[in-house]
């Protein structure tokens, strides 16, 4: 919060819902708060007032707390806290996320004020790790790399995806809080398609499949993906695999401090251009980790933005045929002054 507090100097104050920035600035991840107001309030001078429903009173603790029932109209207490902060006019951040119907019934209150999104401070702060946050990244990592080897100790063929989806977030449940996003199995002409959803189709002798998941631990999230071929490998999807992987490999070893996110998206992107496949790579190479599974810096050809020490960012070129399939590998890395791997799982090809 003090660190926010610098970078608010510019705005007047900060309107905060549940969600990754509240629990990066202030720890409290409150749970179903979606249909009742739950609003940490600041100002430019630190002064802060936590407006929250009364379910939470034996859950939440803040120096100034606000707590309403559910015969009060929330938006009276809100505009009391606002004259309480001298919040009457000029310019606000806002929690991205926050619900339309919240949002709608807050302008009655701030006619007088430019709202910006929070992000446009928080994405700044998040970019950069600090150590605890980067321990906590490599044992979610760690968690990962266990459960893609048990996955692939196991007999896949004639499993469907969904079944197989579903023992990937049960090994995650045990191990680590949640599940990062809902896993991804694509296989045989599925794995064309880069987010599909696992679905009934069972996988069969010569598919080649996409692994893709992540878990949450202690808040924060990491993402790996691994392509095995099931039982034989298709030449061609093997081919594809192995400029997949220097495509990957080329990436990684582009990472340093200082160079541009754009360069680490191109080093995979050229290297698949040059091998004919350019026009079935058909998304950026890697996002950012954190407490989101995506969120800053965005490894895109575009990007300008300058990559520094603590970053932490995904590498996952890929190649999809349609009504053949796809291969996509995944890393999580952090810049060192050079790239250094979170996720550590096996990246030739498993034969299962």
């Known amino acids: 919060m003090k660190r926010f507090l610098e970078y ?6 900060a309107l905060i819902t549940p969600g990754s920035n509240l629990y990066y600035l202030t720890g409290m991840a409150p749970q179903a708060t979606e249909e009742r107001l739950f609003l940490l309030v600041v100002n430019r001078d630190g002064e802060s007032v936590l407006i929250a429903p009364k379910l939470y009173e034996n859950e939440v603790e803040w120096k100034n707390v606000v707590f309403w029932r559910d015969e009060e109209n929330p938006y009276g207490v809100l505009e009391r806290v606002l004259s309480s902060l001298n919040l009457k006019s000029g310019k606000i951040l806002v929690e991205d996320t926050m619900r339309a119907s919240f949002l709608i019934h807050i302008e009655r209150f701030l006619e007088n004020y430019t709202f910006y999104p929070l992000s446009v401070v928080t994405k700044e702060m998040r970019m950069r790790k600090g150590e605890k946050e980067i321990r906590l990244m490599k044992k979610a990592a760690e968690i990962v790399d266990k459960v893609f080897y048990e996955i692939a100790s196991r007999d896949l063929m004639g499993k469907s995806e969904k079944q197989v989806a579903l023992e990937i977030e049960f090994l995650i449940r045990e191990l680590a809080d949640d599940v ?8 045989g002409k599925n794995a ?27 808040g924060y999230c990491s993402d790996i993906t691994r392509t095995v071929a099931i039982g034989h490998a298709n030449e061609k999807l093997k081919e594809i695999y192995e400029i997949v992987k220097e495509a990957q490999e080329r990436a990684f070893q582009s990472v340093r401090e200082g160079i541009k996110a754009g360069d680490v998206d191109i080093a995979a992107r050229e290297h698949i251009a040059r091998k004919g496949y350019g026009e079935y790579f058909i998304h950026r190479t890697g996002h950012g980790l954190g407490l989101e599974v995506h969120e800053e810096p965005y490894i895109s050809q575009a990007s300008e933005r300058i990559l520094e020490n603590s970053m932490t960012f995904t590498i996952e070129p890929g190649i ?30 498993m034969v299962l």
């Open 192 to 218: 064309a398609n880069p987010h599909h959803s696992p679905g009934e189709r069972k996988i069969r002798h010569g598919d080649f499949v996409i692994l893709d998941f992540g878990a949450r631990y202690k």
């Open 320 to 349: 999809y045929i349609p009504n053949l399939g796809g291969v996509r590998i995944e890393d999580d890395v952090v810049v060192e002054k050079k790239g250094k791997r979170l996720t550590k799982a096996e990246r030739e090809l």
């Open 180 to 187: 990062a996003f809902p896993p991804i199995v694509a296989s």
């Open 8 to 13: 608010l100097e510019e705005y007047d104050g």
